[in-house]
T-cell receptor
C-alpha cells in the first residue's frame, strides 16, 4: 500500500513564525504536491514537484515555499505565518503524467495561526 | 476560467441509492476522478473515467459524458459509513488536477 505521512496532524503557531510542514512518501513516486483545503472551497494547489530539486508554483503559492532535496520528501515552508494561512494542509504523491495516475494523500496537517 | 460544480450537500437514507453530479469546464480533458473524504481524514481514490460511459466498482459506479462536461457518482445500497464528502476532480489539458469543492453526503437511518 502507498503510504504518505505528514509530520504533524495538528499544529498551532503564532503570527510571524516560520513553519515547516514535512511530507514523506514510500512508493518512489516522482510527483509530489502540497494543497490547502478550506471549507466551501476545493483543494487548492500551492506547489508541486515532478523531480528532486524541481518545483513549480501552483494556484496559490504566495506566502509559501517548498523544498525537495530527496525524492521521498517534500517540505512546505511558511516563511512568516499569517492568520489567513490557518487551514488544512494536504500532501499528495503520484507517479508520472499518464492519464490514470492517481494522487495518494497524506492524513493532513491542521494548522492554526494565532 | 476553469470550473468544477457539484452540489454542496445531499441527504439520503440507508439502503437507498444516491447520485452525485459533477459538471466541469476545463481547458482540455485528461480524465475525471472521484475521491471520498471522511471528516478529518485524507481523500481516498474511488474511481477514474477518461472515456464516455459507466464504470462499475461494487456498490459505486461513475459515469462520464465528455460532450456534456458531466459526470456522476452513483452509490447503491447506502451504508452509514458512506457518510462523507465526495470530491470530483478533472485533469486538464496540462495534466493539472482541478478540484470541485466537494459534496457532503449525509446518510440517515
Amino acid at each position: 500500500d502507498v503510504k504518505v505521512t505528514q509530520s504533524s496532524r495538528y499544529l498551532v503557531k503564532r503570527t510571524g513564525e516560520k513553519v515547516f510542514l514535512e511530507c514523506v512518501q514510500d512508493m518512489d513516486h516522482e510527483n509530489m504536491f502540497w494543497y490547502r483545503q478550506d471549507p466551501g472551497l476545493g483543494l487548492r494547489l500551492i506547489y508541486f514537484s515532478y523531480d528532486v530539486k524541481m518545483k513549480e508554483k501552483g494556484d496559490i503559492p504566495e506566502g509559501y515555499s517548498v523544498s525537495r532535496e530527496k525524492k521521498e520528501r517534500f517540505s512546505l515552508i511558511l516563511e512568516s505565518a499569517s492568520t489567513n494561512q490557518t487551514s488544512m494542509y494536504l500532501c499528495a504523491s503520484g507517479r508520472g503524467t499518464a492519464h490514470r495516475n492517481t494522487q495518494y494523500f497524506g492524513p493532513g496537517t491542521r494548522l492554526t495561526v494565532l | 476560467g476553469q470550473n468544477i460544480d457539484q452540489p454542496t450537500e445531499m441527504t439520503a437514507t440507508e439502503g437507498a441509492i444516491v447520485q452525485i453530479n459533477c459538471t466541469y469546464q476545463t481547458s482540455g480533458f485528461n480524465g475525471l476522478f472521484w475521491y471520498q473524504q471522511h471528516a478529518g481524514e485524507a481523500p481516498t481514490f474511488l474511481s477514474y473515467n477518461v472515456l464516455d460511459g459507466l464504470e462499475e466498482k461494487g456498490r459505486f459506479s461513475s459515469f462520464l459524458s465528455r460532450s456534456k462536461g458531466y459526470s456522476y457518482l452513483l452509490l447503491k445500497e447506502l451504508q452509514m459509513k458512506d457518510s462523507a464528502s465526495y470530491l470530483c476532480a478533472v485533469r486538464d489539458g496540462n495534466y493539472q488536477l482541478i478540484w470541485g469543492a466537494g459534496t457532503k453526503l449525509i446518510i440517515k437511518p
